[in-house]
């Protein structure tokens, strides 16, 4: 397509959404579904609207932990990635540790950080939100550091570089694209840590208790607005990232082009 | 005037020493005086690159003399005095065209103002003067690789070793690649060192085309190209071309007869 004007380019997407919108709110009435199994869309919206200062007090506390939690992890993730490039037998010790527990599900040890840091304390959902992303942005980011074209390190020495310079003119330009990649991926993970943490026992006023406890109770409205504000701040929170990467890095292929 | 470059009993060797795996070079001897345009051609893995390399001290030799400028390699590599141009551009993609070509300039902490100036002479010199602001990926390959040309060029070493810079570029490109690097031998005064496996290439650029054959890689001919310059497409369909061309094929099917 050349040059599509704006309405070509998002009317698509926004008549899926409404085209599902309507389906889910005729389906639900034809079909007669109860409101605990499914409540009709106009339902919810209603009770977000209600609710809407109540959903954003609880979702305050966990946005503030999924963020400060996501500066610690992925921080330290880029820094421990850092140090390996300096320090070679350190990589080779810590990757195979690294990859492997990357695999594992991390969210399971959130009862474990609630033991050690007690529950309402923050600092226990700061904790599994910083070793969930951290291992994703410390592999990334090695990757990002050490996959350098061997004969940019060749010609860097042709000019008798020091690995300092090394370090900055080319591994940490080549490392750019990796270490949106992770962000982006420690995005979604800062704040399903945060809330699936809030799920095991948290503050009163926080977005994973709240959603609970509006389930346990039948109020499956209020349940279903949390859950979309929770979407929308998780698709806010990637959309920053986004902005961010298009600022950085405008030469990369990941970066739309036009 | 001392030799350029200056080697004498180079030896290579891949491998432990007990156990040598490869012999990429032996006994190696060869004077390069200032101003010649000098080939290496031969076959794959005749080491061709790897004595490229030794002469820009990328990497050691397992023996022998390698002088640069009258001094050891490693020295002239640490005072700059050599620029190189690889197979592939190897152009940084998150830099600009004219910050790529800056590159050297700063990491020789040349400042800001006076690495601009010589940056946009360089890009004037391979006509990519209007090309400053755009990104690598946004060129040809042709383009790219004249970019890597004026890099290598930005702080006008005396030396410019360049590993088959034109090897991934179709014929026609190629050949106004070629054309394009006599003119800036020409203006720059440099000395080139060139790695090559086409025949033509050699025999269109070179003042000397060294020979090269394989395991162990060592020089089986020197053969000094008397074609008169400047060289343009005329040269290429001169009978005396022709008959060098012919001259350079022969010596390469003698050494690797010559193959132990």
Redesign the interface.
């Known amino acids: 397509m050349v040059n599509p004007s704006r309405f070509q380019r998002y009317a698509p997407p926004i008549v899926v959404f409404f085209a599902v919108v309507i389906l889910w709110e005729v389906l639900v009435d034809v079909l007669n579904i109860q409101r605990f199994l499914l409540p009709a869309p106009s339902v919810i919206a209603e009770a977000f609207f209600n609710t809407f200062s109540a959903i954003m007090n609880s979702a305050a506390y966990t946005v503030r932990s999924a963020v400060i939690g996501f500066l610690v992890g992925a921080g330290a993730g880029v820094l421990v990635a850092l140090a390996t490039v300096r320090w070679t037998t350190m990589r080779e010790g810590l990757m195979p540790f690294a990859i492997a527990l990357n695999s594992v599900p991390i969210i399971a040890f959130a009862p474990i950080m609630n033991n050690w840091f007690g529950s309402t304390n923050p600092m226990s959902k700061i904790m599994i939100v910083a070793v969930i992303t951290f291992f994703p942005m410390m592999i990334n980011m090695v990757r990002g550091l050490t996959l350098v074209?061997p004969?940019?390190i060749?010609?860097?020495?042709?000019?008798?570089?020091t690995p300092l310079?090394v370090l900055t003119?080319?591994r940490i330009?080549?490392a750019?694209p990796y270490l949106f990649n992770a962000l982006k991926v420690c995005s979604t993970l800062a704040l399903i840590g945060a809330i699936v943490g809030e799920y095991f026992g948290g503050p009163r006023e926080s977005l994973g208790v709240y959603i609970l406890q509006e389930a346990q109770l039948f109020r499956f409205d209020n349940a279903w607005a949390a859950i979309i504000i929770s979407a929308l701040l998780g698709i806010a929170f990637y959309l920053i990232i986004l902005a961010a990467e298009r600022i950085a890095?405008p030469?990369?292929?990941s970066v739309d082009r036009r | 005037m001392p030799p350029v470059v200056f080697l004498k009993n180079v030896n290579k060797i891949f491998g432990p020493a007990e156990r040598p795996t490869t012999i990429a070079l032996r006994d190696i001897n060869l004077e390069i005086e200032p101003r010649e345009f000098i080939s290496l051609i031969g076959p794959s893995g005749c080491g061709k690159s790897t004595l490229l390399r030794a002469i820009g001290d990328l990497i050691e030799v397992s023996s022998g003399e390698v002088m640069v400028n009258d001094k050891p390699a490693r020295q002239a590599r640490v005072n700059r005095e050599y620029g190189m141009v690889f197979q592939a551009p190897v152009l940084f993609e998150w830099r600009t065209v004219l910050r790529n070509v800056e590159l050297p300039l700063e990491v020789m902490g040349v400042p800001k103002a006076e690495r601009t100036r010589r940056g946009r002479e360089m890009l004037r010199l391979v006509e990519l003067q209007n090309f400053e602001r755009h990104y690598p990926w946004q060129l040809s390959g042709g383009m790219q690789q004249r970019v890597a040309i004026a890099r290598a060029l930005a702080f006008r070493p005396g030396l410019l070793l360049m590993d088959e810079p034109f090897g991934a570029l179709d014929e026609i490109t190629r050949e106004r690649m070629n054309a394009e690097l006599l003119r800036i031998w020409h203006e720059t005064q440099t000395t080139v060192v060139f790695v090559t496996h086409s025949i033509p290439e050699a025999v269109f650029l070179s003042t000397r085309v060294v020979v090269m054959s394989a395991r162990p890689g060592r020089i089986s001919d020197l053969i000094t190209i008397d074609l008169p310059y400047p060289r343009n497409v005329e040269t290429r369909e001169h009978p005396r071309f022709f008959e060098l061309v012919t001259t350079v094929r022969e010596a390469l099917r003698k050494g690797e007869e010559m193959r132990e």
């Not at chain 1, 060749?154 to 570089?161: D, I, N």
């Open positions: 074209e004969a940019k060749e010609l860097m020495r042709s000019y008798a570089t310079e003119k080319v330009p080549n750019l890095i030469w990369h292929a």
